[in-house]
């Protein structure tokens, strides 16, 4: 696909704020580092605060980015914020996390179970392992994850599975391996 849904990707990773953001904090928070501890707190409270500062009302946290990148952004943002969640149970951590799993939530498609790039796309693999990472830690912050977005998961990777042993998957489901 040169232009999904119409949109060139020339600049993709433009207007990237958040994810990079979101990406910065999974590595200092994966070294031990929190806004409560580290030698790293502070950056780890800047980023966090940056990133529920710009958490839309509808719990998006994708930042200004256009249609085909604003589930990944908001994927690494809110993945980076549910494991703040987990580690620290900050509650504004807690709060800004849960926002953001209802966000996933409602761009899932009900039928498939995948996620694409606007809400009711029937789904690609990429966009549903940055999803399902973000309910995953939701999940281990203690934040109820609905279990109706669990099975849908799993019936996108059954929906793309392929190869003798089941060992091979498509990027949608139907396509080649």
């Not at 990079?20 to 502070?42: K, N, R």
């Not at 669990?150 to 042993?165: D, K, W």
Request: net charge positive; charged share 20%; proline share 4%.
């Amino acid at each position: 696909e040169r232009a999904p849904l119409g949109e060139n990707r020339n600049g993709a990773g433009s207007r990237a704020e958040t994810a990079l953001t979101g990406l910065s904090l999974l590595a200092l928070i994966g070294a031990g580092h929190t806004h409560q501890t580290g030698e790293y707190a502070d950056n780890v409270y800047r980023g966090l605060a940056y990133l529920i500062r710009n958490q839309k009302p509808d719990g998006s946290l994708a930042g200004n980015a256009a249609v085909y990148a604003a589930n990944y952004r908001h994927g690494m943002a809110a993945l980076s914020m549910c494991e703040s969640a987990a580690i620290s149970r900050d509650p504004s951590a807690v709060q800004s996390a849960q926002r953001a799993i209802a966000h996933t939530r409602r761009m899932q498609h009900p039928t498939t179970g995948g996620w694409r790039y606007t809400e009711g796309s029937a789904g690609d693999l990429s966009q549903l392992g940055w999803q399902a990472m973000v309910l995953d830690s939701g999940h281990r912050a203690e934040i109820p994850i609905d279990q109706r977005a669990v099975a849908g998961v799993q019936r996108f990777l059954r929906s793309v599975r392929t190869g003798t042993h089941g060992g091979l998957a498509s990027y949608r489901p139907g396509e080649a391996p």
